[in-house]
């Protein structure tokens, strides 16, 4: 039996979700024995210029240049699968589609701008059809490996929709709430194992929310901890705001 | 401290292995295929029960037998197309093999029905489960009484069993009467949705029994309709759908206020229902 | 016999007695103020003072994931039904996760029985320890009866001035404290202490919620559409807590898990949630209760009514876990005080 080949590419982001897999250890080889890697810069310097069985694509896409190249991905691509939080909801990158660009680039590089011209931040569903997402900043390897076995079998995979405390309290993790934190956890969808919790830190929901949250009830919550109604929007909208962008046509 | 490795016996969870032994598309959406379990055990079910399949690595749905227990050497279920299980279920081929558990439930009141007039009711998908009774009481015919058949489907199409029901329209001893939601020009039937057949059907409402089996959003209409004319409640019997995730009792999935589907289910009397919130 | 005395100097050596044949389990403090069930090996890792845990003993009778089965496609006739067990000692329960474990119990010894939780059932030794004090505000015991221990150990300990009195309820806690050769007889001044601090628990273990418990269910028949429950709705967040800390709540999904080779593979049972959107979606798509408050209410239906008509019994310990847990506020013993309000 052919191997599928498996590609792996990315658009803006930092690639740390690549870097997951690159670092998941000896159960690398054994993807090796499923897949044929064909394309995956972070491992290999090889190209392939023939069909992709599964393409990975991480990162968002800020530029006519990158929708380019996923409109070719995606022409060449069997099963396109979003990766990582940038490429699923946008990412942290989308939070640059709500300031002004000039505002933006001085703040960030002061007057020492000469970089490429970005437009407004999609994921990359908001521009091709898209497959299968995996979510997460970075991406969990379990889930990955779960979603790849799934396509493997050529069965459908979901990511979960439940909230990340459902995991949370599977591993009993102390609640952030008692202390003293506050968590995006019951508004976030899970999947990830409540891996940030797991080591001490709180969830900043970069999975996104949950298919249909109680908004409302979880900024009382957080209200209720203190929190302003802005830094409310902007904790709730970190990894998400490029999905007001809309599609592209 | 030692591990002991634990067999664990007479677990619900035990499937049996079904072998695919015909594999005929109906439409589009649903197939039907033929089980045989092995050394051609018969399922030995009640029409109107269900059996957990299951492909290992993919997961479990629950299925309908759609199968009279009269046919023994091996049992059929119609499979739509809808979820991760059933879509791949849809790829297997004949001589494959599924995981089976069960039957489980309560299925239609056969005992009771039998020396009175039966009227059954199927929408969509619902005839599945229905023609595991509708074969039962033609293979045992002379123990029932006046046999009246209701269809309702959304189109032609999507029709399932046309070619069996093209044999009960034929049959002298059934009344069968379907209709559609929508159709071409040249369909000759009614068009309509199913409750609009129930004023037309002859009966005798304290001799009638009634077994209703379809979509969630079709009993209230249809009951109502049934209680206009006459029916007792105690007389009107529903498969109620859930999402019978152990078949056991115990998993949750398909509880209904202090009611399993998959145990104490899925059909009950509208007598038992109609105080139930949230049954239908 | 049936009670002995364990003097507290020798508590230590019983605990040295229990990890030295079994794999001794017991609560241990995490950060600010919570407690687990986890892995000891001597008494001063336990907490002999703790509020409930945040997960309910009930991880180790019926696991967040647990094996149904092994299945291997090259070899689909030898399926395995099999469990890895070890003899677990609990330490420490309190009453109220007696009743739940009862609960529990109940349910997977209910036909069809549930041979992998009874299985795992008869690996564990239960030793149960009183609550002298009420835990929080959260606790609702007192309501619900669960203060005083009714049965559901192997043995029970009572912490008295300068003992433990010990109730030795079955064969298997009878052995433990034949074995160990640290138990005394019990005098007349230990009775009469226990006698005085049981008298003391009935005043001081009051239910500050003005309901019998017999009435409990009609409560909740009645009030089935009270804006209460709509009040619930509009807070929760459908995280699930509740339902995962609850010891009585046994829900759960069956998932299968291949290995990467995937020929291989466990169907796995895993805790599920009727607080989860999906909990009661059918293939068609169809939610059955699609509505938070619909899946609040039904939590709470399941705890004081729909099992109470199935097994006889409130399905609510009164451990109080499922208040301490939720963020929104919601709380079992105010909104029970909501609901009696409501109806007047």
Redesign the interface.
């Known amino acids: 039996m052919t191997r599928p080949k498996v590609a792996f590419f990315d658009f803006s982001c930092c690639e740390g979700c690549q870097l997951q897999v690159a670092n998941i250890g000896e159960t690398l080889l054994d993807i090796l024995n499923l897949v044929e890697l064909v394309e995956f810069r972070e491992v290999m310097s090889e190209k392939w210029s023939g069909r992709y069985t599964v393409t990975f694509a991480e990162g968002s896409i800020n530029n006519e240049e990158s929708a380019q190249k996923l409109r070719m991905l995606r022409d060449r691509s069997d099963i396109l699968v979003a990766y990582g939080s940038c490429a699923a909801t946008g990412g942290v990158i989308g939070m640059q589609n709500r300031i002004s660009r000039d505002n933006l680039i001085s703040t960030v590089y002061g007057d020492q701008w000469g970089g490429e011209e970005t437009r407004t931040v999609r994921a990359i569903h908001q521009v091709v059809k898209v497959d299968y997402t995996l979510y997460g900043c970075p991406i969990n390897p379990a889930e990955f490996l779960s979603l790849l076995k799934a396509i493997l079998c050529g069965i459908s995979w979901r990511a979960s929709d439940n909230a990340v405390c459902v995991e949370c309290k599977f591993n009993e993790n102390v609640c952030m709430y008692d202390r003293g934190a506050t968590c995006l956890g019951p508004i976030t969808r899970g999947g990830c194992n409540s891996w940030c919790v797991n080591n001490g830190n709180v969830c900043y929901g970069c999975r996104g929310m949950v298919d249909n949250p109680n908004r409302a009830g979880a900024e009382d919550v957080l209200l209720t901890h203190g929190l302003k109604p802005e830094l409310i929007a902007a904790k709730m909208e970190m990894y998400t705001g490029a999905l007001e962008a809309g599609n592209v046509k | ?15 049996k ?1 079904g072998l695919l032994r015909r594999i005929t598309p109906l439409t589009e959406h649903e197939k039907l295929f033929e089980i045989m379990l092995p050394e051609g055990e018969s399922l030995d079910h009640d029409p109107g029960q269900f059996v957990q399949v ?1 492909l ?6 629950p299925i309908s037998i759609c199968s009279s227990p009269t046919k023994r050497e091996a049992f059929e279920i119609c499979v ?1 197309q ?3 299980v ?3 279920i849809h ?1 297997l081929h004949e001589g494959d ?1 599924v995981g089976i558990r069960g039957p489980f439930g309560i299925g239609f009141p056969v005992l009771p029905l039998e020396g009175n007039d039966v009227l059954l009711v199927a929408g969509g998908l619902g005839i599945a489960p229905l023609r595991s009774l509708i074969n039962y009481i033609i293979d045992n015919r002379r123990d029932f009484g006046k046999v009246d058949i209701l269809l309702g489907c959304r189109d032609p199409e999507s029709m399932l069993f046309s070619s069996e029901i093209g044999h009960w329209q034929k049959r002298i001893d059934l009344n069968f009467c379907c209709s559609v939601d929508h159709a071409a020009p040249e369909w000759a039937g009614n068009v309509g949705v199913i409750t609009s057949l129930i004023p037309g059907v002859n009966l005798h409402p304290l001799k009638t029994f009634v077994v209703v089996c379809g ?3 079709m009993y209230r209409f249809v009951i109502e309709e049934l209680l206009k004319k006459g029916i007792p409640e105690r007389q009107i019997f529903l498969s109620l ?3 019978m ?2 078949g ?6 398909c ?4 009611i399993y589907c998959c ?1 104490d289910g899925p059909v009950f009397s509208y007598q038992k229902l109609k105080n139930i ?2 049954a239908i | 016999m049936h009670q002995a005395l364990l003097s507290k100097r020798r508590l230590a050596d019983f605990v040295s007695y229990l990890v030295s044949g079994h794999k001794l389990v017991a609560p241990v403090p995490l950060q600010d103020g919570h407690f687990k069930f986890d892995e000891v090996h001597s008494l001063d890792e336990i907490s002999l003072k703790y509020i409930p845990t945040i997960l309910p003993p009930k991880k180790y009778f019926m696991p967040q994931r647990s094996s149904l089965l092994r299945y291997d496609l090259s070899k689909i006739h030898e399926m395995e039904e099999i469990v890895e067990l070890e003899q677990l000692v609990l330490f420490g329960v309190h009453t109220c996760d007696l009743a739940g474990i009862h609960c529990l119990n109940i349910v997977f010894s209910d036909h069809p029985k549930d041979p992998h939780y009874l299985a795992r059932n008869n690996f564990i030794t239960i030793i149960g320890l009183e609550c002298n004090d009420y835990c929080d505000s959260s606790a609702g015991c007192a309501m619900l009866h669960t203060h005083l221990p009714k049965g559901g150990y192997d043995l029970f300990l009572t912490e008295l001035s300068d003992s433990y009195y010990i109730h030795i309820n079955t064969q298997k806690g009878e052995d433990m404290v034949d074995e160990s050769s640290l138990f005394d007889d019990v005098t007349r001044a230990a009775e009469g202490e226990l006698n005085l601090l049981r008298s003391r628990k009935r005043e001081l273990f009051t239910s500050e919620v003005p309901i019998r418990y017999q009435d409990i269910p009609r409560l909740f028949e009645e009030t089935f559409d009270s804006d209460v429950w709509s009040q619930l709705g509009e807070k929760c967040l459908s995280c699930g807590n509740c339902t995962a800390v609850c010891p009585t709540c046994f829900c759960f999904d069956i998932v299968d898990e291949p290995e990467l080779d995937l020929s291989k593979g466990e169907r796995l049972r895993v805790w599920d949630s009727c607080q989860n959107e999906a909990f009661a979606t059918v293939a068609g798509g169809e939610n059955f209760r699609r509505k938070r408050m619909d899946r609040q209410r039904h939590r709470f239906h399941r705890k004081f009514k729909y099992l109470m008509d199935r097994y006889g019994r409130l399905f609510c310990t009164g451990c109080g876990r499922c208040s301490r847990s939720c963020m929104a506020g919601i709380n079992l013993k105010r909104t029970i005080s909501a609901l009696i309000e409501e109806r007047g």
């Open positions: 401290m030692a591990v002991e490795t634990v067999r664990i016996n007479n677990s619900g969870y035990r499937v292995h299951s290992f690595g993919v997961g479990e749905a739509r809808s979820g991760r059933t879509t791949a790829k093999i979509p969630p959003v759908e859930r999402h995730k152990c056991l009792g115990k998993c949750g999935h509880q209904i206020d202090n145990q919130k949230g």
